[in-house]
């Protein structure tokens, strides 16, 4: 009962002013659209980035490669561990490029249940030929099923068919520059040279654009088993085991994990790419920065008119005062009126902010190096909404708390006799 | 009819700025259940104070106000507030309604805020209260868009509205022209009369006064005369 007497005063004073009230709710709805609309923007611009860049990477990469052992003859002898041994011009020796005992690896790592997939991959040098011209590139032999489960393949083929890689025995896939180069197209036939010295006659079978020019100058595709001929290597030969696991951020740790249990090299996404969180986090930094700003701005004009409106309704308070409203409910009623500017406008807001993104979303963007986007790209996570919405709440109520608190503390004696 | 329904033991109150000015010194009085009291003077003998003093609005006193028997000093702001709102009626010199309210709403604001009874019967309390003014046909009215007079007998329905123990009026007719302010006196004598409505009236007007029970004149912020 006694709630719904303040409720209904104050919707009677706001209603009182409602062109000042629709403009406090405007300033506010315009925050947050912007608000949200940029967020949606920028996040979403920071996805399809993350997507070109981090996607296509994986988390972890373990591999083998040619370098000299950190542990000589001589610090293995028992008689000279205790000093300082000096050894110059330290030389590799012809090691093996593939990981040791990979399916037992590949059969331990698919049980880590911290581990979203694996994908196997033999990576090889070799020369395209082009009439007289010979083009240094590279081959990796690929598990197809696997590289579009981890890696999103199939977004960037823009042409064949990737899955006849399986089916087509010594099919090979180029990326689009190098395809320009070599001046095939899909169903041509491209000749190879491996770094021993074999030809081999492949068959083109799908190009492929990743978006970065230095990737698809070079580099190329096909299946294990081709890979495996190509370079005429045993059942079980592999390269590289790239691992997407399911938390980014255990990247790091879990790398070095692996890298001591079986023995190879290691590569995380977070010691390599780091720069890539770096710039999204910038980003969104910018997008919530502004959008605060916006909504401090309408916080601002809140106060401005919830100030304007004690001043006028100065002899209200006074009555209602009089007549049994104790400061308490005074303040109430106008933290009532500051909070419905805040909830109504930020509720268009959000509604005028999923259109805006939807609009965004509709804006015609092609670049030639994202060949699947086809519109600007928009995030619709709800966690905006949230955000927004609680920013509105927050920032109404923050700027109706020194009004209210001011008409609370209104003296009735000093309004009625002060006539 | 004995009951007193206010009591007011040795008030006094200055004023410290600029300098400290005695307003009101030892007023002491009581006022029994039905009776219709003025308070005269002239201008700032501290009539005023004193009727906002005993409105318990202003806090800022010396000595004791007691209201039904109940001491309301010591009392916190939500406590008076609740005693305005129950016991207390205020009619004031200018009309103070509020404009956003129709006129009904207005009437019914102090019942609705008490929540004693229903909106139904608060309803229809304010009804039968303006039907009692003979202004009922004004109910759903702006309460800016009606006159002077029609005002101030809305302001004395809403001090109706909760059955209070006493209504306090600073200057009721001061604002209002003779014909207004005959009828306005006469609904306060019909009041005190048919309800046994306990009534107090600061005033300058003689001849208002003249006509009420007692009369309580001052001087300088003291009673001269009971």
Known sequence: MKAGVILKVAGKLLFARWKQTLIAAIGVTFSITMFIALLSFMVGLNELLDNMILNRIPHIRLYNEVMPSQHQPI?????????YNFIRSVKSVASRQYIY?????????????RIKGIAPKISAQVFFH????????????????KEQNLFHFREYIISGEPENLNTVGNSIILGKSLADKLQVSTGDVVRVTTASGTHFVMKLVGIFQS???????????????????????????????????KNIDDAAILSKEFSERFGTKTDDIKTSNAQFETGSFIRSLISYS????????AGFGIYNILNMLIYEKMDTIAILKAIGFSGTNIKSIFLIIGLSIGLFGGSLGLLFGFLFSSLIDLIPFHTASLPTITTYPVSYNPIFYVIAISFSLITTYLAGWAPSRKASKVDPVLIIRGK | MNEVVLEARHISKSFHDPVTLPILKDISFTIKKGEFVSITGKSGCGK??????????????????????????????????????????????????IHEFTVIENVMLPGLKLGAHSEEEVRQRAIDQLRALDIHMLANKKANLISGGEKQRVAIAR????????????????????????????IFKHLTRERQQTILVVTHDQEFAANTHRIIEMEDGKIVQK
């Open chain 2, 159 to 186: 001090a109706l509205i909760n059955s209070p123990s006493i209504v306090l009026c600073d200057e009721p007719t001061g604002n209002l022209d003779k014909a207004n302010s005959e009828v306005v006196f006469k």
């Open chain 1, 75 to 83: 610090t293995l002898s028992k008689v000279h561990q205790r000093r």
């Open chain 1, 211 to 245: 978006g970065l020019q230095d990737i698809d100058k070079i580099q190329s595709y096909t299946s294990l088993a081709t890979a495996r001929k190509i370079l005429n290597k045993p059942n079980d030969y592999i390269t590289d085991l790239q691992l997407q696991i």
């Open chain 1, 130 to 145: 082009d009439g007289p011209i010979d083009i240094t590139g590279v081959v990796e032999g690929i598990d197809i099923e």
């Open chain 1, 290 to 297: 502004v959008g605060i700003t916006l909504l401090i701005v």
């Open chain 2, 48 to 97: 005023s104070t004193l009727l906002y003093i005993l409105s318990t609005m202003d806090t800022d006193y010396d000595g004791e106000l007691f209201i039904e028997q109940e001491n309301m000093k010591g009392k916190t702001e939500n406590q008076l507030a609740y005693v305005r709102n129950a016991k207390i009626g205020f009619v004031f010199q200018f009309h103070y309604l």
């Open chain 1, 101 to 113: 005992n990979s399916i037992a690896i590949q059969n331990a790592l698919q049980v880590d249940d």
